[in-house]
């Protein structure tokens, strides 16, 4: 970790029990037949569609997958889609800076990653002279009083990485008119943020995920959704996305599971629809950091794997070449921890950034894969961390070197 002056709180939380959300939780679907063209909006046993759900957002998402980038080329945290940008020269100030950061949690890999990874980069920049961060722990409760804490610190700006959104909304809606904010990974429902930063987004990922079942599962095929958690935003959009794929598809959505992100109850709901179905034939997730144990759950079984998606999770990607799965992994990549270090900086310097900041996101396929897969990282590190640069690499993040 690179050496600063900085006060930073964390708590590594590893279980995502205890979670807030905004929405109850669901519960399984019933099976149903294929879907007729005139079927309503309901699906194939996909319940009703995600409060969190816009067309325009859907559409713009999907579009944005064949879209250039503006930035450099081998910087993709620091690359745009499509950018409007947002005059920031009321914000302009001399340095040092007091940058402060209001965290989620670091309560799964994938955010274990990211937070390694924001450290680093803040470390790059000697006019950052104090970095405070503050762990939510999976609250929102304690999300809103943190938010309310380092405004009192003297913040230059604030990071926040919302916890959940409806909830999140007012607190971060309230540091605004305080501090110049920077959200990112999770949205809020105001735009008073200087910038939003994420990669194109959930709708993205559950599309790319649910049109790969698709055109794998033969018409009638039985796929199992597994989702976390509901109140999330970008995992609401993911599933929302893959729904809108699905009812337009003749496949049979006969579940979808709320699996707390814990390995072993993502085994025991995958276990439990082998043996009510006989037959699973594919096999979607709105994460993929326990879709090593979804797998295993067919392998104890004596079943073949069936079509799956997971995400740029190295036990996944190694699990993948090893069993010669048929498989895709969306991602949602880490490096745009990166990025809110950067955009906090320029926006204190009273450049332009991009009021949504929309960063690529890549895909990992059969044709790719052994790019991504880095067998010197350890199981639960995220390929797309943007981080083999950075001082400390490969150690910080649990790798050895080469």
Known sequence: MPRRKAAVAVLAVLALAGCTTDKPTATTQPAASAPSASQSAQGSGTGEQSKFFVQADFDAQLAMRTQ????????????????????????????????????????????????????????????????????????????????????????????????????????????????????????????????????????????????????????GGKVLALRILPGVDVLETRWSAAKVVFDKSKVQVVGVEFSDGDAAKTKSIVSDYIQRYGKIDGVWMDAGATAVAAIEAFEDAGLPVPPINGEDQQDFLQKWKDSNLTAVAPTYPTYQWRTPIIAALKILKGEEVPKMWNLPQPKVTSENLATYLKPNMPPLHYALCGCESLPGFPETWGGKKS
């Not at 910087?75 to 800076?97: C, L, S």
């Not at 503050?134 to 929102?140: F, I, S, Y």
């Open 68 to 219: 250039t980038p503006e930035g450099p080329s081998d910087k993709p945290w620091e690359q745009a889609i499509a950018p409007k940008m947002t005059d920031t020269a009321k914000y302009k100030k001399d340095g040092p800076y007091h940058l402060c950061f209001s965290n989620a949690a670091v309560n799964n890999p994938w955010r274990q990653v990211g937070w390694k990874t924001m450290q680093a980069e803040a470390g790059l920049h000697k006019e950052i002279t104090k970095f405070t961060a503050l762990d939510a722990e999976g609250k929102d409760d304690k999300q809103i009083s943190d938010i309310a804490e380092l405004q009192a610190k003297g913040c230059d700006a604030l990071i926040v990485s919302p916890n959940t959104t409806a909830t999140l909304t007012p607190a971060v809606t309230a540091a605004c008119g305080k501090v110049p904010v920077i959200v990112f990974d999770r949205g809020v429902e105001t735009d008073c943020p200087v910038t939003f930063i994420k990669p194109i987004g959930g709708y993205a990922f559950g599309a790319d995920a649910a049109e790969f079942l698709v055109e794998k599962v033969p018409a």
